[in-house]
């Protein structure tokens, strides 16, 4: 079963950029439906982006126009690139397969 690992969050400022990657340990190009979620403190996992099929995405309207969500299959890696943050963003985010595969999430945190 494929296991995920994400990275590249951290501290980030208002109006700043982050890219967060999801390493998978197994082969990525065979899985159709990868998404990221996020927590944000005393609220419930929200949906954020989708990617499936050859390249569709999809973004909830919060991040749509500021995130951008991409799968590189050779490397077996997800991306979520981040711009024009806002506080709002702050949240623990999660990578996430169709068949129920979640990592342990990586923080995000933007504030002055």
């Known amino acids: 079963q494929v296991q995920l690992v994400e990275s590249g969050g951290g501290l980030v400022q208002p109006g700043g950029s982050l890219r967060l990657s999801c390493a998978a340990s197994g082969i990525i190009s065979s899985i159709y439906l990868m998404a990221w979620y996020r927590q944000a403190p005393g609220k419930q996992r929200e949906w954020v982006a989708s990617?499936?099929?050859?390249?569709?995405?999809r973004y909830a309207d919060s991040v749509k126009g500021r995130f951008t969500i991409s799968r590189d299959n050779a490397k077996n890696t997800m991306y979520l690139q981040m711009n024009s943050l806002k506080p709002e963003d702050t949240a623990v985010y999660y990578c996430n397969t169709d068949s129920g595969v979640w990592g342990q999430g990586t923080q995000v945190t933007v504030s002055s």
């Open positions: 990617i499936f099929g050859i390249g569709n995405t």
